[in-house]
């Protein structure tokens, strides 16, 4: 097999993994804290209910389909 070829193929599985399970990989790749951890930073930030409406972003149509808003 051809390096180009090998290439292509990893890059294919790759996106393949990426489209299939995209939650997943959010696990992965979001740190673990503990819970001392997330009660000073629950301290430090507040909770999300507490913030202002203006103050965030509802992002879950733009996961939910992908980067794209339908």
């Known amino acids: 097999m051809e390096i180009h070829e ?4 990893i890059k294919e599985s790759i996106r393949e993994v990426l489209r299939e399970e995209p939650m ?4 992965v790749l979001i740190p673990y ?3 001392e951890e997330q009660a000073e930073l629950n301290q430090i930030f507040g909770s999300p209910s507490d913030y202002e409406e203006e103050e ?3 992002m879950t149509e733009w996961v939910k389909y992908g980067n794209q808003i339908p």
């Open 24 to 27: 997943l990989l959010c696990q």
């Open 33 to 35: 804290a503990s819970d």
């Open 6 to 9: 090998l290439k292509a193929l």
């Open 56 to 58: 965030s972003v509802d």
